[in-house]
């Protein structure tokens, strides 16, 4: 029996893609590791320069609580905030971080994948709109509350955006995991949908719809931007995110997601283009209207 077990996950390894860049973040093993990255020291999975003026641990925290339980391979999630002092170059509130890596995840087919949650504690407000997990080109992105110009006072809806419209829609609710993958092909120009709650394997929600995707290995945001609104409140918000992580080759499914990964060393993959300059004057991720 056990020799059959693992005959079945030896198939189940060899029809995985290869991950080309691991956010899972299981080295290092705290937050404020991510304060040693730098322009002069890019050092680390992810680029840590959009929040606010407080410490670290005020807008990024890591721990197993934090994870999918169904995801194995991660040894620890990702809780992110805001709140009125995440602020960076702008009004909007905003704590997002950016991978860090040589590796080729703007080139042919490519999968973005991770998973998020929220709690009834320090919960979202859903008549904010909250741009997701974004493209600075925001040709795909996760969106939550109420959208700029949509008719209504709030928007309890998680919504994955392609092509400037709402593609997928679902209920955000307290507790409940959402597992996602973006299935992008930069050179076809097209973007799908995969997704599973809890610890069900991802399924396609949404076949590949045409975009035009445009990025420089170094503009996908993993994080949450909410976007200013007059009266808007100004309890903090928390978002968890797990098992972050971006492929190629076969999808793999399975929310446990592959073995940790060294590829996303320098030395170990292929170059993107032009994936560690320093940002433009101009505000990243800012709002893109419909």
Same mark, same amino acid.
């Given at each position: 029996?056990?020799?059959?077990?693992?005959v079945?996950?030896?198939?189940?390894?060899a029809?995985?893609? &290869?991950v080309l860049w !691991?956010g899972?973040?299981?080295?290092?093993?705290a937050?404020a !590791?991510?304060?040693?990255w730098?322009?002069?020291?890019?050092?680390g999975s992810?680029q840590?320069y959009i929040?606010?003026t407080g410490e670290?641990s005020?807008? %990024?925290n890591?721990?197993?609580?934090?994870k999918?339980?169904?995801?194995t391979?991660s040894k620890?999630?990702?809780?992110?905030?805001?709140d009125?002092t995440?602020k960076?170059?702008?009004?909007m509130?905003?704590?997002e971080l950016i991978p860090?890596t040589?590796?080729?995840?703007?080139?042919?087919?490519?999968?973005?994948h991770f998973s998020?949650?929220?709690k009834?504690e320090?919960?979202?407000?859903?008549?904010?709109e909250?741009?997701?997990?974004?493209?600075e080109?925001h040709?795909?992105e996760?969106?939550?509350?109420l959208n700029?110009g949509?008719?209504?006072? &709030?928007?309890p809806?998680?919504?994955?955006?392609?092509?400037?419209q709402?593609?997928?829609?679902? *209920?955000? =609710?307290?507790?409940?995991?959402? #597992? %996602?993958?973006y299935?992008?092909?930069?050179d076809?120009?097209?973007v799908?949908?995969?997704?599973?709650t809890?610890? =069900?394997?991802?399924t396609?929600?949404v076949p590949?719809?045409?975009v035009?995707?445009?990025? #420089?290995?170094? !503009?996908?945001?993993l994080?949450?931007l909410r976007?200013?609104k007059?009266?808007?409140?100004t309890t903090?918000?928390d978002?968890?995110? &797990?098992g %972050?992580y971006?492929?190629s080759?076969?999808l793999?499914?399975s %929310?446990?997601?592959p073995?940790?990964?060294a590829?996303?060393?320098?030395?170990?993959?292929? *170059?993107a283009?032009s994936?560690?300059?320093?940002?433009?004057?101009?505000?990243?991720?800012?709002?893109?209207?419909?």
């Open positions: 029996m056990y020799r059959l077990a693992c079945v996950a030896g198939l189940a390894g029809v995985s893609g &290869s !691991d899972r973040l299981n080295e290092p093993a937050a !590791d991510l304060g040693r730098s322009w002069e020291s890019q050092v992810y840590y929040h606010g670290i005020k807008y %990024v890591l721990s197993p609580d934090f999918n339980p169904a995801d391979a620890e999630g990702i809780k992110i905030t805001i009125e995440a960076w170059n702008s009004d509130w905003r704590t860090e040589k590796a080729a995840i703007n080139k042919g087919k490519v999968f973005y998020m949650m929220r009834e320090n919960a979202p407000n859903d008549q904010m909250h741009q997701i997990n974004f493209f080109s040709f795909t996760m969106k939550y509350g700029s949509e008719q209504g006072t &709030s928007n809806n998680l919504q994955w955006w392609a092509n400037s709402s593609q997928w829609k679902a *209920p955000l =609710e307290p507790g409940v995991w959402h #597992n %996602v993958a299935e992008i092909d930069f076809g120009g097209s799908g949908f995969w997704h599973s809890g610890a =069900e394997e991802l396609q929600t590949p719809v045409k035009s995707p445009s990025s #420089n290995g170094a !503009d996908w945001h994080g949450v976007l200013p007059g009266g808007g409140a903090p918000e978002w968890y995110f &797990s %972050v971006i492929e080759g076969p793999t499914t %929310v446990s997601g073995g940790a990964a590829a996303g060393s320098a030395a170990d993959v292929a *170059p283009a994936n560690s300059s320093q940002p433009s004057s101009r505000i990243y991720g800012g709002p893109r209207r419909a």
